[in-house]
């Protein structure tokens, strides 16, 4: 693994670079946290490309900020003129950054309009020298102020991760989310409130037999107003635009879908349901609908709706929605009624290391939840008696391919536009007033859910007790905390619910109804459920939890069948989910007793295969295997707004 801290420094004058290297030693025994200082703390000079690092290496990264802090700057494009061509994911950012892998002379010019109108264009390179990095800090980037920040650091195989020190150099101090960031590969702060451009620079250093490495880092952030108490998205979010430029609906998309000033749900005359411009949207018409924070998001969605939707499933789905935002800091994904738009995680859309780079990786603020019950169920999506995707660990640099992700994104597509349709069915898309505003349309329709959920109920109040617990942060009782596993199966497995998500609300019920349907009958992927243990201790792998009790592909239960086929039946009038029905074959129980890795190989129209237990470590448990912490992550409810 590499990884590396990424600071800019201006083409500075000797005594900024001797000021760099006072700071670091004066510091280097803080223990990974900084010290009061302030902006001043490295006179960067205004009005020049920043470089912080003076040399670099092959696979180390490599960053240049567009230091313009007494200016408003705009038009920013920035473009390689000479050296190894290489790829630039923000272009139009005032910073870039990217990975050489050959050692050379990287020349790059970057044009952008000055406050007063003047155009002006600035040239710099950079030189790599013939050195390999050992670790590389990534990923240099501009935010805004108060938005969330992660930084990696990638090691090579020889470096001891234990000696990784992380350290603020200069910039207003800010505050690591872990108390101690020794030894940590990945740190996660808040950037500060500041009223211009300002450069908050960071160094790690990390240790092998023989040496010690070091590495540096920046983030350029910008000042943005205040946030409103009244506003829609209380914390800050990130800087987004339209994918197409030229997008009738331009001029709206951003404000009234991922925007602080947002307030008010905007009318649908303003922004209004896709299904009202056409009831037969081509890519053009859904990419008129897409907001991005960064170009290469909405290149893979337009991709992925070009090659992986034959059936045309997904673009009839987001017929129910306003728009499409694809982000760096959405996580995790979700559907929201007060503005009509799905918000996906660019997660699930990353190809190449570098688009992966560009990501916040902040964990889930419900990692936590139900760490005091003593049972998980686990569920995963499987394929001819293995894990329907690929998973990759956060500190592997790896190029993966559209297959290796693709069963993930769409069953999330499935889920979440069941929700878009649940709030605005295809009865009711015009019967809306166009001055409506879209929160009071979805509120004002006959809910689905609700029907499925007077007519097909769910019995247990044990289990939708317990999911308040897991998914919604709720304190469990001492009741609770000492159900068993054997109890939970006595909860469960008579009920009719298709997994423990389906009890958080019956919105989740009727998505998740009508997501298994749809991957089993166009993919033939199933998904398990599980009741095991909750293993205590470190080291922690998939062979830890033992299962009382799973079904693969739960959907198959007879009693199950009718509350599926009144999901889907209203959920996408298109498909014919009573036939896909017939086809549904019944559930195959887990063995009891065997581990969940175990369990994998159930299907007896598979040759069983030899699993390596050994590689099913605590990581891949908690990227692979959708246990409960990755179920928060997988789905999401956000509370919709009182006003």
């Known amino acids: ?284 018409d859904i990419m008129d609908r897409v907001i991005v924070s960064h170009q290469w998001m909405g290149d893979r969605f337009r991709d992925f709706l070009i090659n992986n939707d034959p059936n045309n499933d997904f673009k009839h789905l987001l017929r129910a929605t306003t728009a499409i935002v694809i982000s760096y800091d959405i996580r995790p994904s979700f559907y929201w009624a007060a503005t009509g738009a799905i918000y996906l995680d660019a997660q699930n859309f990353w190809l190449t290391p570098g688009e992966r780079d560009t990501i916040n990786e902040a964990p889930d603020f419900r990692s936590d939840f139900g760490k005091e019950l003593q049972f998980v169920m686990p569920w995963r999506y499987v394929k001819n008696n293995d894990y329907a995707d690929a998973y990759f660990a956060n500190d592997q640099r790896v190029t993966r391919t559209t297959d290796d992700g693709f069963y993930r994104l769409a069953s999330l597509l499935y889920h979440e536009l069941a929700h878009a349709n649940d709030f605005f069915p295809s009865t009711e898309w015009f019967s809306h007033d166009s001055q409506s505003r879209i929160l009071d349309a979805a509120l004002s329709t006959n809910f689905e859910s609700d029907n499925l959920a007077i007519a097909f109920p769910l019995q247990s109040s044990e289990m939708r007790s317990l999911a308040q617990v897991s998914f919604a942060g709720v304190s469990a009782t001492d009741a609770q905390k000492s159900y068993l596993t054997a109890d939970i199966e006595g909860f469960f497995s008579p009920d009719h619910a298709t997994g423990y998500y389906a009890y958080s609300s019956e919105r989740e019920d009727y998505a998740l109804l009508f997501e298994e349907l749809m991957m089993q009958s166009r993919f033939n992927v199933f998904r398990d459920v599980a009741i095991t243990n909750l293993p205590n201790g470190e080291n922690i792998s998939a062979t830890d939890y033992i299962v009382t009790w799973g079904q693969r592909g739960r959907i198959g239960t007879e009693t199950i069948k009718q509350r599926v086929a009144y999901s889907a039946t209203r959920v996408l009038a298109e498909f014919d989910s009573i036939a896909a029905l017939a086809q549904v074959p019944a559930p195959i129980p887990m063995i009891v007793g065997d581990d969940w890795l175990e369990n994998l190989t159930i299907s007896p129209t598979v040759q069983a295969k030899q699993i390596n237990k050994q590689a099913k470590t605590s990581d891949n448990l908690f990227g692979e295997i959708n246990m409960q912490r990755p179920i928060s992550e997988r789905y999401y409810h956000k509370t919709l707004p009182n006003h």
């Open 1 to 284: 693994m590499t990884s590396k801290l990424h600071l800019f420094f201006s083409n500075s004058t000797p005594l900024a670079t001797a000021t760099v290297v006072i700071l670091s030693l004066l510091m280097s025994g803080c223990n990974g946290h900084s010290t009061d200082m302030s902006d001043d703390d490295i006179n960067f000079e205004t009005g020049k490309i920043v470089q912080v690092d003076t040399s670099s290496a092959i696979g180390q990264s490599a960053e240049l900020a567009l230091f313009y802090p007494d200016d408003e700057i705009s038009n920013i494009s920035w473009r390689q003129i000479d050296g190894e061509g290489v790829t630039l994911l923000t272009k139009n950012s005032k910073v870039i950054a990217f990975t050489p892998e050959t050692a050379g002379i990287y020349s790059f010019a970057v044009s952008f309009t000055l406050n007063n109108g003047a155009s002006q264009t600035i040239n710099h390179h950079i030189t790599v020298s013939e050195q390999t990095s050992q670790i590389a800090t990534r990923l240099a980037h501009t935010v805004l102020s108060d938005n969330k920040v992660s930084l990696r650091v990638f090691t090579e195989a020889s470096i001891d991760n234990a000696s990784i020190k992380w350290l603020q150099v200069s910039g207003p101090k800010i505050s690591f989310s872990q108390d101690n960031t020794d030894g940590e590969l990945a740190v996660f702060f808040t950037a500060p409130s500041v009223t211009k451009d300002t450069l908050l620079t960071f160094e790690v250093t990390a240790n092998d037999a023989s040496q010690s490495f070091t590495d540096k880092v920046v983030v350029l952030v910008e000042p943005a107003e205040k946030i409103a108490s009244n506003a829609y998205f209380d914390t800050r979010v990130a800087q987004v635009f339209p994918y197409h430029s030229n997008s009738p609906f331009a001029d709206s998309l951003v404000s009234c879908t991922y925007s602080n000033t947002l307030s008010s749900s905007c009318t649908l005359a303003k922004l209004p349901l896709l299904a009202k411009a056409t009831s037969i949207p081509t890519i053009n």
